[in-house]
């Protein structure tokens, strides 16, 4: 097992977040991509992200506790961006992959006929002869 210690600002306790819809517990005082790190350790450390707010891969909207809903989620870097107990992550940039999340998002609608043959490409009918 990975010697971790080193990846996080020293914390005391987790604090509880919310990211696509699942409760989780991360490190207190630590910049949120960090903490999606401590949840994710494979997928964010080889990720694209440059740590340090220029590639704005690490991007990511949010609400927090009492906003008004009628109000557009905020968003931010997360590699600049100190966790916040009880904020809810509305949606990450597709960069950041959290392992075992994808299996959070909610079930696609149930598929039809006309959706499994959506996309193939027939080749033209004949020409009627004439
Ligand atoms: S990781 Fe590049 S802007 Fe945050």
Known sequence: ???????????DRLV?????GRRVSVPEGNRLLRCFQYLSLRSISY?????????TNCQFWYR????????P???A?????????????????????????????PPAPAATAADA?????DPAPPA???
Do not use: K
């Open 77 to 105: 870097l997360s590699c600049r961006f100190d966790v916040r107990e009880g904020m809810i992550i509305t949606r990450l940039s597709p960069g950041i992959r959290l392992e075992g999340f994808d299996d959070a998002a």
């Open 128 to 130: 009627p002869e004439g």
């Open 1 to 11: 097992m990975t010697d971790d210690s080193d990846l996080y600002e020293p914390y």
């Open 47 to 55: 990720g694209d992200f440059c740590w340090n707010g220029e590639c």
């Open 16 to 20: 509880t977040i919310e990211v696509a």
């Open 64 to 71: 927090e506790p009492g906003d008004d809903e009628r109000d």
């Open 117 to 121: 043959t959506a996309g193939q490409h």
């Open 73 to 75: 989620d905020r968003t």
